[in-house]
């Protein structure tokens, strides 16, 4: 026998191949081995029929909450992030250099999901929902955050520092935090993920000008202080700067960072997302977010093609963390992760983080998954079938 397994006839949806066409998808021991436009059921072991249905590689969310128990953030990520067809997801920044060890014992290294991370500048990370990170200032700490990182290079892809001032992260280290990760992440040859809303500084000007070709902000489209436009609603020089500098715009939508007001005159005014994320946490993961399929679709609804949309979770995102031809395509060789989705088309309510609401026409519904060749299922019907 071939191959372990064929997802056969459905229309496969690779932006990396610039596939989007009827080809049915072989894998063996793990990998993706084979795409044609016809192979036999007689060579796999198993054929999964995806007929009307698209075929994807599997999601990559850049920016979730996994370190339940610890984080208050936290929730599962097989139920909420593999099983919903993100087969590789960048938690940000949940866990710091203290917390870091149990973080990868007890929740990546026993996961299903592939679970990689942005390390929290702050030693603690995120721990309690009631004294933030930065608290003590001394919690910035960058010896300990180079260490930490040194142990972890092989899940560890960068800094996040988040901004906000406030007793949920900073009332009293002000822009501090955004220098040691700045300081950290150059020391590492790292890049940094940067929170940016209400941050104790005048605009965003102030945290663009310290940012560099490969670091992400994430929360673009937030509509609290220091976002990506001015007073009169005008897209700052700013961000078209960072943009042609190289730096990733990551939507990071959450429980109060997608807005669409914001999202929809940015996008007239040219400024697409670099990459689609959720920013899955306990406080979202029962709406407005639900899981990274839904963002997705709030993209379809803003008029963007099915393919640009599944790029930004998948091959450019796998690009942005350096595992192109790995993850995020569907190529021969490629690590196995796959994702049947149902494109259901009828009447969805789509809401933003600040209670503002869309109708839209499409929803994607993940159907199976597979993740290094193997099958998980959707057990979790109860988000497809909302209105
Ligand atoms: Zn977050």
Redesign the pocket.
């Known amino acids: 026998m071939a191959y372990d397994l064929l997802i056969k006839g459905g229309i496969l949806v690779d932006p990396a191949q610039n596939l989007h066409e009827r080809k049915d998808v072989a894998f063996s021991q793990g990998s993706v081995a084979a795409v044609e436009n016809n192979i036999s059921p007689n060579e796999s072991r198993e054929t999964v029929q995806a007929d009307g249905h698209l075929v994807t590689p599997g999601l990559i969310d850049l920016?979730?909450?996994v370190f339940p128990g610890v984080s208050h953030?936290g929730i599962d990520p097989d139920t909420t992030c593999l099983s919903r067809g993100a087969t590789t997801v960048v938690d940000?920044?949940s866990a710091g250099a203290d917390t870091f060890p149990g973080f990868r014992k007890y929740v990546i290294e026993i996961s299903d999901t592939r679970i990689l991370a942005q390390l929290n500048i702050s030693s603690q990370g995120m721990l309690s929902a009631d004294i933030g990170e930065f608290e003590i200032p001394e919690y910035a700490n960058v010896e300990k955050a180079l260490a930490m990182i040194e142990d972890n290079r092989d899940l560890i892809l960068g800094i996040k520092v988040?901004l906000t001032r406030g007793s949920i992260v900073s009332e009293r280290s002000g822009m501090t935090p955004l220098h040691k990760a700045r300081e950290a992440a150059d020391a590492a040859g790292l890049p940094i993920m940067i929170?940016p809303q209400d941050a104790w500084c005048d605009s965003i000007d102030d945290i663009l000008n310290v940012m560099k070709r490969g670091d992400i902000l994430?929360?673009c489209y937030h509509g609290s202080r220091c976002g990506i436009m001015d007073g009169g609603g005008r897209i700052r020089d700013s961000v078209f700067d960072a943009l042609e500098r190289g730096i990733v715009f990551d939507v990071?939508h959450?429980a109060g960072s997608f807005n669409w007001k914001t999202v929809e005159s940015a996008m007239e005014q040219g400024v697409l997302p670099t990459s689609i994320s959720s920013?899955l946490?306990i406080y979202n993961v029962d709406g407005p977010v639900y899981d990274l399929a839904s963002v997705v679709t709030k993209f379809l609804h803003l008029g963007m093609s099915l393919d640009d949309a599944l790029s930004r979770v998948t091959n450019v995102p796998a690009d942005i963390i350096h595992m192109p031809g790995q993850i995020g395509t569907l190529a021969p060789g490629s690590w196995g992760d796959a994702v049947v989705f149902e494109l259901r088309t009828g009447t969805y309510q789509l809401d933003d983080s600040s209670g503002e609401s869309r109708t839209g026409s499409h929803r994607l519904v993940p159907l199976m998954v597979i993740k290094s060749g193997s099958v998980y299922r959707n057990h979790n019907q109860a988000i497809d079938d909302r209105n």
């Open positions: 920016h979730v909450h953030f940000a920044g988040r929170h994430t929360h990071g959450g920013d946490h």
